[in-house]
């Protein structure tokens, strides 16, 4: 099994800040992880284009952001939470360029399947607003992308977010669209307890299921804090597995967020949390890898969301590539010493 893995040094390059959770050093995390896997190839991709992006925001936001740029230090986004420092529009438009990277090599046979790396993230980011550390909708730009270069093998594509934190962005830039039938969402996020009692963390109020009522292939899949491995695998069982296999997307896309590891130290001051391991995210990863082997011809692109305990983050990028290799989960490793840093500010989301 082919697995490459695509990203650019300029991803360390987008800035937050001292003690920001989203930092530079996530990208050492996840490469100290594909390290691991010698057979898997490390692609240097470049930047998606402009037209890329405007497939999914439109051009006022490209300027609004690209005026917002500061020449140097970092700046907080006007929209809030997202910071901005002089290479964050360069390496936004290298995590949609290494997306876009991974489903042309998938599309030509240069590999079966792909992971990327990707800061700043993109499952929150708007279509026009920045949000939670997001700049582009990656996903949603490859997505397009995919549809835009391959029409004819490319109808149906699924984004498929675990992240614990609800893909917002992603339903943003695909709701409401005239072709929003062509693309199932899948977020399963932290949100109800299923007395209704709501538990969300950031952002607050998303994915309430009964807004999707008329939105067929749009599944959001609250789950109460505390969510531990049997109730987070029967959600998926019940809920999502079916609708996919249904649905018989042509590429599946993954937003695969760590942060609902029982050891992320992201929104712990709250007390409320997922309570997972890396093996949940293996047999998810196995789950989605089989289901692509069914419906759509093996065509599996990874993407690095959350995930902000930099040993979570290596365990999940590592049990994600065993799940691409076809490996059996790996056993944990520590991180280098270098990268074990304190517990992350929490930021309040
Ligand atoms: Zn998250």
């Known amino acids: 099994m082919r697995t490459k893995l695509y990203y650019h040094p300029v991803m360390k390059e987008h800035l937050t800040?001292?003690?920001?959770?989203?930092?530079?050093?996530?990208?050492?995390?996840?490469?100290?992880?594909?390290?691991?896997?010698?057979?898997?190839?490390?692609?240097?991709?470049?930047?998606?284009?402009?037209?890329?992006?405007?497939?999914?925001?439109p051009p006022e936001y490209l300027e609004k952001l690209r005026s917002e740029i500061?020449?140097?230090?970092?700046?907080?986004?006007?929209?809030?939470?997202?910071?901005?420092?002089?290479?964050?529009?360069?390496?936004?438009?290298?995590?949609?360029?290494?997306?876009?990277?991974a489903i042309d090599d998938v599309?030509?046979?240069?590999?079966?399947?792909?992971?990327?790396?990707?800061?700043?993230?993109?499952?929150h980011a708007e279509r026009e607003t920045a949000k939670g550390f997001c700049i582009f909708a990656h996903a949603?730009?490859?997505?397009?992308?995919?549809?835009?270069?391959?029409?004819?093998?490319?109808?149906?594509?699924?984004?498929?977010?675990?992240?614990?934190?609800?893909?917002?962005g992603t339903d943003d830039c695909v709701r409401g669209s005239p072709d929003e039938e062509d693309f199932m969402l899948v977020s399963s996020h932290q949100a109800y307890t299923e007395h209704g009692a709501y538990q969300g963390l950031?952002?607050?109020?998303?994915?309430?299921?009964?807004?999707?009522?008329?939105?067929?292939?749009?599944?959001?899949?609250?789950?109460?804090?505390?969510?531990?491995?049997?109730?987070?695998?029967?959600?998926?069982?019940?809920?999502?597995?079916?609708?996919?296999?249904?649905?018989?997307?042509?590429?599946?896309?993954?937003?695969?967020?760590?942060d609902g590891d029982a050891r992320e130290l992201f929104d712990v001051t709250k007390g409320k949390k997922f309570l997972l391991a890396p093996d949940d995210f293996y047999w998810l990863g196995s789950?989605?890898?089989?289901?692509?082997?069914?419906?759509?011809?093996?065509?599996?692109?990874?993407?690095?969301?959350?995930?902000y305990n930099l040993q979570v983050l290596a365990d999940g990028t590592r049990a994600s590539l065993a799940v691409l290799q076809d490996m059996p989960m790996p056993k944990q490793k520590l991180l280098p010493e270098s990268l074990r840093s304190p517990p992350v500010r929490d930021l309040g989301y």
Request: glycine share 10%.
């Open 17 to 57: 800040g001292e003690n920001h959770p989203e930092r530079p050093e996530r990208i050492d995390a996840a490469l100290s992880a594909v390290h691991e896997f010698s057979q898997i190839q490390i692609v240097e991709s470049g930047p998606c284009t402009e037209e890329d992006v405007l497939a999914v925001h």
């Open 70 to 101: 500061p020449a140097e230090g970092v700046v907080m986004a006007s929209s809030g939470d997202v910071m901005l420092s002089p290479k964050t529009l360069e390496a936004a438009f290298h995590a949609s360029g290494a997306i876009c990277r």
């Open 107 to 123: 599309m030509l046979g240069i590999t079966d399947n792909a992971y990327v790396l990707q800061r700043p993230g993109g499952h």
């Open 140 to 168: 949603v730009v490859g997505a397009r992308y995919a549809k835009n270069h391959y029409p004819d093998e490319i109808k149906k594509i699924a984004i498929v977010d675990f992240d614990i934190h609800g893909g917002n």
């Open 202 to 258: 950031y952002p607050m109020g998303f994915g309430n299921p009964r807004y999707d009522r008329e939105h067929p292939t749009i599944i959001n899949i609250p789950l109460p804090a505390g969510t531990k491995s049997h109730a987070f695998r029967a959600a998926y069982e019940d809920k999502v597995f079916p609708r996919l296999r249904e649905f018989a997307p042509d590429l599946i896309l993954v937003e695969a967020g760590y």
């Open 287 to 307: 789950e989605l890898r089989d289901i692509a082997r069914e419906h759509s011809k093996g065509r599996i692109v990874m993407v690095m969301a959350g995930g």
